[in-house]
């Protein structure tokens, strides 16, 4: 007998199409308004991670092509985009966010392919959401004064920006669309195993007719996002990383007057209480840890339970896991796609092995799995001790810890005992409780019984070791200009 | 017995105030029992501590325990303790003058200091109950939620106190920073710490909790380097302390991600110095999302 169990319902597939997209076999990078081809730099395949194909050839941008797009970038800031008109801004940022809007399909196909996370997420989360975040900062184009009472705010002048992979589009957009909406010229590196829908954007910005030099995109791996952190003509850095690389930054540009912001880190608690609705607050822990494989910095991957609910809640949380589906991004019924990267996945299941070792108890999806790709079934620890690594670092997967615990005020402490402070999540349905808890929690974003919600109104970022700075909503707009 | 001489107090031997350092809600010496003397045309003023590392990490554990109380207190409950420090200032104003004077002030200029200093301390009261309400939204979010952004302090802040406004730059810098609820450890100025020590005796008689501000004395350049590296430090204030010094202090500030605000404010200047921006500085935004339950039969209110 196979060790698997068979799902509690069969599903038929239901794949998403890609025969209507267009991708070129192999990118350069996006200089000036132009793709161009690197100065010596060598390419890399960008791969499927739930087939291990290829699906085009990416440029390693060297430090010559860095130069080149950042001398491009300042080229356009004094010639070009600081004359030209706060409302034309905005037009040419809202042509951008229809554009996206048109291509939403082609775009979040590319995502998935490239990406592994499931179609459903890309298309009803990231695509629409880019687009609506460079609809949003659009119109603050001619509105920034409003922002900063008594004061005239500036543009920086060049931003560098480095984004990761979890996120590829949306960071983009999150990055470009305020950076541009304030009068900066950008320098983009998107993460080396999801170039694509960065490059796709290229494409819409010439598309647009966003002047030459406005925004450039550079591939590539970490060596070049140093050397836009490094580049001596760059104002500004804005980085959404990992919290170690983030340190790095902050040091690398201590002796400058770049000013940064940065989205780093996290292990954000989600605190279900005993007078919860208690389904809701499953499919919630659901959402906060499995949502996009884990792959999130503000998942809720430290789930605290009141004792006395402890065991409905598991009992309802292993029932719920056992009907997710695991598997081809591109099916429509997918719920947990492939992991981002081979690299990403020996990290997940070293922290797997640590946890075990630590003695705490596992429990993970049994299902069948496609024979190639980068799969981690959604898995959790109970038993865990606040001193465990696995309730102190960032897995980055879709493994959830599991802690107990009886009154608010323990709650409150353990919750805000680490390092981080991007998010939390807190469900009960008493409101004055709620209102008490969100206040408590020392992170940037408190859901009260939700979780991963997004909006470009809405100020995202981190407190303590999760960064500084706020993307979306008036706060975001801070983060690019001097007042 | 002999008799006691009914001199006048013209004549009689003027009673040297020892300064000491304000941490906790206390005046102790520094526990390294070193000093140094500061001098004013060629003449030491006093023998003033000179605090080690340890002393920094004392005056950060007692800002650490007194911030979430400070910052829980009504805006409004702040808002008076900043108007009670204006208030006892301007009761000890002569006495600030004076000392302004020994740090080599004219007479003229101190006093204007000394009104500045009250001026600015009213300024940032009245902002304690209003600055919520200029830099927090409501977020109209595409979707069923009530969605809200705050400010709240972001914890301890290191102010690295002006090398020139001994009393007006540290009362000026602290007040922005404690009126959201931030606790604050500062390192006085290093050649005129006299006014900055009692302005904490100020401090300690106007309502403001033990350990909301600490005043440390000493050498910059040893204890900026404990300030930038110490883990439980979330922010540090630099004003004005030169550009090596800056860059190294944001190097050793990366351990932990602190904030780094270089205040570049001449403190003489209304417009620069009256600034709800400093507040912002030292603030993190919250953003709270609740659902907002739709029910199909409830109608619209309008």
Known sequence: MSKMKTSLWKLDPAPESSDHISLESSYGLFIDGEFVESEGGDKFATINPATEAPIAAITEATDTDVDKAVKAARLAYQKVWSKTSPTDRGKYIFRIARLIQEKARELAVIETLDGGKPIRESRDIDIPLAAAHFFYYAGWADKLPYAFPNRTPKPLGVAGQIIPWNFPLLMAAWKIAPAIACGNTVVLKPAETTSLTALKLCEII?????????????TGHQKVGAAIVDHPDVN?????GSTAVGKGIQTAIAATDKSCTLELGGKAANIVFDDAPIDQAVEGIINGIYFNQGHVC???SRLFVQESVFEEVMRKLKHRIDTLNVGDPMDKNTDVGAINSKKQ????????EIGKSEGADFYQLQCDLPERGFWCPPCLFTGVAQSNRIAQEEIFGPVLAVQTFRTVAEVIKKANNTPYGLSAGVWTDKGSKLFNMTAQMRAGVVWANTYNKFDPTSPFGGYKESGFGREGGVHGLAAYVKI | MAKAKN???LDSVQILKTYKMYIGGNFPRTESGRYYSP?????????????????????VVAARSAQPPWASRTAYNRSQILYRIAEMLQGRSEQFVAELQIQGLKTQDARIQ???????????????????????????VASSHFNFSVLEPTGVVVLLASQTSPLLGLANAIAPIIASGNTCVAIANEDQPLSAITFCEVLQTSDLPPGVVNVLTGKLDELMTHAAKHLDVNAIAADQIGTPNLEAVRADAA?????IADLQIDWSDDNQAQNPYLIEKFCEVKTTWHPIEQISSSGSGY
């Open chain 1, 345 to 352: 996945l020996q990290q997940i299941n070293q922290y797997i």
């Open chain 2, 255 to 259: 351990g932990n991600l602190k904030r």
């Open chain 2, 114 to 140: 000394v009104q500045a200093t009250i001026d600015r301390m009213i300024y940032y009261s009245g902002w304690c109950d209003k600055f919520q309400q200029l830099f927090s939204s409501v977020n109209p």
């Open chain 1, 236 to 240: 500004k850095i804005a980085f959404t």
């Open chain 1, 206 to 218: 010439q598309q647009a007719g966003l002047p030459p030099g406005v925004v450039n995109v550079v």
């Open chain 1, 298 to 300: 503000c998942a809720g």
């Open chain 2, 39 to 59: 001098q004013v045309n060629g003449k030491s003023i006093a023998n003033i501590c000179r605090a080690s590392p340890k002393d920094m990490r004392n005056a």
């Open chain 2, 7 to 9: 001199n006048s107090a």
